[in-house]
């Protein structure tokens, strides 16, 4: 079991840049080779927004790869998510997941989420 701890929501402006952080503690560092960012928003299904395994190896929900960006810091088993020129569509609650590998993301170890609220 993972333990993951998301900081870094809150309220933007549109056009406005956040950045979330999600940090990871596990017994065993393999738990959270893959770690990714999931979101969910009013009345919709929870996507899948980025991933980052230790190595580098990374997968991006296509349509936002653009103004999305997920980094990782392997020293300090933290993920990031860096999201620019926000709009209000990105308003959702953010999930942090850890597994094994990306594609066992859904049946890992999840966060409580922290909401982004894209408004003015």
């Known amino acids: 079991q993972v333990q993951l701890v998301e900081s870094g929501g809150g309220l933007v402006q549109p056009g406005g840049s956040l950045r979330l952080s999600c940090a990871a503690s596990?017994?065993?560092?393999?738990?959270?080779?893959?770690m990714g960012w999931y979101r969910q928003g009013p009345g919709k299904q929870r996507v899948l927004v980025a991933a980052?395994?230790?190595?580098?190896?990374?997968d991006y929900e296509a349509s936002l790869k653009d103004r999305f960006s997920a980094s990782r810091d392997n020293t300090m088993n933290t993920l990031y998510l860096h999201m620019n020129r926000l709009k209000s569509e990105d308003t959702a609650v953010y999930y942090c997941?850890?597994?094994?590998?990306?594609?066992?993301?859904?049946?890992?170890?999840w966060g409580r989420g922290t909401q982004v609220t894209v408004s003015s």
């Open positions: 980052v395994t230790s190595g580098g190896i990374t």
């Open positions: 596990s017994a065993n560092k393999f738990d959270f080779n893959a």
């Open positions: 997941a850890a597994a094994p590998t990306i594609a066992t993301l859904p049946l890992g170890s």
